[in-house]
């Protein structure tokens, strides 16, 4: 009788050791516990963030096949141009909203997903519409009128006042420019660069990049994270365009990026000072130099090939000519670029870690 009264006493206190262990394990899982700081992301820009928007409209460029996603979630080709996340997907799983973002064209997102986060970007974007032209994609406008189609559903569901605190506390995340410079200026039909200087285009797509900061700031967004352009003249594709002039980073591209985030930087600097007191917080996130690194120190960083991608040559492959049938790296964690144009899931993660102290003085209040 004794030794089941025993019994019976332990079964509450091993309930108890479970139920701590596993509150335990959920915690350690997660980077950062859940906070109500953020209530959600939201992304625009290019193929850099677009998580599969362009799967359903009639874009020139999609990567919903293997082996894109190769290394997702399920092993499930979601139209990212990585084999696996990107860093917008670990930003949120950081910040502890959600594991991935998914595209707001998806028609299976639910209002709990527009309410956590969802990534408006389309791949071969830019700030200059005539960019997104070029193949089809959704250029910025567009896509800051999916937001405003979104924010209404959500002030139909709870009601304008909830909405707008929801927005406020919302982080907004922007990466795109580079399509502009490499497809449309320099390398577009009829091109860009014969019709008007490099300064000045860089002026045209920053006018239009306000254009999109200056939208989201009137639906009420507060906590703006914006990506300068990476060293372009070091991707793949890049290099194999330019290879009879150089067998490295074609620095010309890294000159014009650097020279436009210079300008980008004083112009987020300047909105940020005059909207401080309304509650900003517009901040650049500088991707350039941690991407420069990666490649330029690629052993130091634990990759093997950083001039090539992981599918096909390497060298020109991307979108439909990085398919099924062509060949495949053993490890794409060893290549800083999965194809021609797009960094790895590793890449990603590793710009991601290097962009932390950025994140976190936005989601603190």
Avoid at 198 to 227: C, F, H, M, P, T
Wanted: proline share 4%; aromatic share 10%.
């Amino acid at each position: 009788m004794a030794s089941s009264s025993a019994h019976m006493t332990s079964l509450p206190l091993l309930f108890l050791i479970s139920v701590t262990c596993l509150a335990s394990m959920v915690q350690s899982s997660q980077t950062r516990p859940m906070n109500n700081t953020v209530s959600a992301i939201y992304v625009f820009g290019d193929s850099t963030v677009d998580p599969g928007n362009n799967n359903y409209i009639k874009a020139l460029f999609k990567a919903n096949w293997y082996p894109y996603g190769k290394d997702f979630i399920n092993h499930t080709a979601t139209g990212r141009f990585t084999n696996g996340k990107l860093a917008t997907d670990f930003i949120a799983s950081y910040v502890g909203i959600k594991e991935v973002i998914p595209a707001y064209l998806d028609p299976n997102i639910t209002l709990e997903d527009m309410m956590s986060g969802v990534a408006f970007a389309s791949a071969a974007s830019g700030y200059d519409p005539v960019t997104a032209s070029m193949s089809n994609a959704i250029h910025v406008p567009k896509q800051l009128d999916y937001f405003k189609d979104m924010k209404t559903k959500l002030e139909q569901s709870i009601g304008e006042e909830r909405t707008q605190e929801h927005i406020k506390k919302s982080v907004f995340i922007i990466s795109a420019g580079t399509n502009d410079f490499v497809l449309n200026y320099f390398n577009g039909v009829p091109l860009r660069r014969y019709s008007i200087s490099v300064s000045d285009y860089q002026n045209l797509v920053l006018d239009q990049a306000k254009g999109l900061y200056q939208g989201l700031w009137d639906e009420g967004a507060r906590k703006i994270v914006v990506a300068g352009l990476p060293p372009m003249g070091c991707v793949p594709a890049v290099i194999t365009i330019h290879s009879s002039k150089t067998q490295g980073c074609y620095e010309d591209y890294n000159t014009v990026a650097q020279a436009f985030n210079d300008k980008l930087q004083d112009e987020l600097s300047n909105m940020q000072n005059k909207l401080a007191s309304d509650g900003a917080k517009i901040v650049y996130i500088d991707i350039f130099k941690p991407l420069d690194d990666i490649i330029k120190n690629y052993t130091k960083n634990g990759y093997d090939v950083p001039d090539s991608g992981c599918c096909g040559t390497g060298l020109i492959e991307t979108s439909f000519m990085c398919n099924r049938a062509a060949s495949l790296c053993t490890d794409a964690s060893k290549y800083v670029f999965f194809d021609s144009i797009h960094p790895t899931e590793k890449a990603y993660h590793d710009v991601f870690e290097s962009i932390i102290p950025v994140i976190n003085y936005v989601i603190t209040n």
